[in-house]
């Protein structure tokens, strides 16, 4: 489930302090897819700095900027970027304090075990559209600068509405912008970077998301994943499904379910996408019984969800459905830019190969 913004930028101001305890800041150690439409899709080069209209040129990535620090393709995709470019998913498990809700080692463990599937089944599905991607996450190794656990000084609501409070946004915002980015970009070699922050409650799992007409404004963008699934029995952890579908929304793919907030679902739309793929990630992630299913993700990413994350230039019926690639692949927007904005003169967030 991916969620609009619902935090005003006012709060941003010091809501850092409610993150206490960052246990020294550091790192512990503790279905094959329809070939319709499957065209390859003309990947954006690096910036040669010809031309650009921007502030200044930064010599090691190879971009122009402007006075935010961000590159025109930055501005366009927020923190994640495409899943083109080698990217980064910073894991931050959040613990209430006070002895409220907490995450064993052992529970930590789990979600790793689940984080790797859903990963690895991304990377699997990409291959079927003739992308070998490349996310580095935590998988536990030591030392690895992608693990995180935190002491959050408030409640989380969880529940089926997953309405956090807007402090909580506030100071998640912060905690992603306050983390070590640069250290991060320099040892894998990208600038693109998600964060999955754990909930260690009861919720229904989503992700806040960087809009074509942010521009600077809320780049970093976050996947929050509850331990518990919100609509199953009270020991039923989150499936690597829900991790899987959450991250594909770090980078750019729509919720395809009636209800969706972006713009061009419709009720048609999702009935096109339960006949022609059933089976699509972004439409559920249940088993066909409404069962939750462990170890695997038995789900595909469908010719639609490819288009949107630029796997493949198109998809069998888009003809009517023009408005799903009125913006570029791998963006989300309001609808006030659509069909205004092209690739930005084939500028990237992040050397492709790197």
């Keep these: ?17 409610l993150l206490l305890a960052l246990t020294g800041c550091a790192p512990r150690v503790l279905t094959s897819p329809s070939a319709s439409g499957r065209t390859p899709f003309d990947w954006p080069q690096p910036d040669t700095g010809e031309d650009a209209p921007d502030d200044w040129y930064d010599d090691w990535y190879g971009q122009w900027y402007d006075d935010s620090g961000l590159t025109e393709a930055q501005r366009m995709y927020g923190s994640a970027g495409l899943l083109g470019w080698p990217s980064v998913l910073v894991s931050v498990y ?6 409220g809700a907490s995450w064993s080692e052992e529970d930590i463990a789990r979600s790793r075990e689940t984080l790797a599937t859903a990963v690895d089944w991304i990377e699997q599905q990409c291959s079927q559209y003739g992308l070998t991607a490349s996310i580095s996450y935590d998988d536990g190794t030591p030392d690895n600068g992608l693990f995180y656990h935190v002491s959050y000084d408030g409640r989380f609501a969880g529940g089926t509405d997953s309405q956090e409070s807007n402090a909580f946004y506030a100071a998640a915002y912060d905690l992603c912008e306050g983390l070590d980015t640069d250290a991060l ?3 894998y070699g990208t600038s693109s970077i998600g964060f999955l922050l754990f909930l260690p409650v009861r919720g229904s799992s989503f992700t806040m998301v960087h809009y074509l007409e942010d521009g600077a404004d809320y780049y970093q963008e976050f996947s929050c994943l509850y331990r ?5 029995g009270p020991e039923d952890f989150e499936t690597p499904a829900v991790y899987a579908h959450e991250i594909l929304h770090l980078y750019g793919a729509p919720d395809l379910y009636e209800g969706s907030s972006d713009y061009y679902v419709t009720p ?3 009935r096109y996408v339960q006949s022609q793929w059933p089976d699509a990630i972004m439409l559920d992630t249940y088993g066909p019984d409404g069962s939750l299913i462990y170890g695997a993700v038995e789900k595909q990413i469908s010719p639609l969800t490819a288009a949107r994350l630029g796997l493949c230039s198109g998809f069998a019926g888009q003809e009517s459905f023009p408005a799903v690639c009125e913006t570029p692949p791998g963006v989300f927007s309001t609808g ?3 069909g205004q904005v092209q690739l930005p003169g084939g500028t990237v967030a992040a050397r492709p190969g790197a």
């Design 1 to 17: 489930m991916k969620q609009n913004k619902i935090f005003p930028a006012a709060l941003a101001a010091g809501a850092l302090a």
């Design 94 to 99: 959040l613990d209430e304090a006070g002895g």
């Design 185 to 187: 970009r320099s040892r």
């Design 228 to 232: 518990i699934d919100a609509y199953s």
């Design 268 to 270: 048609e739309l999702t």
């Design 336 to 338: 006030e830019l659509a």
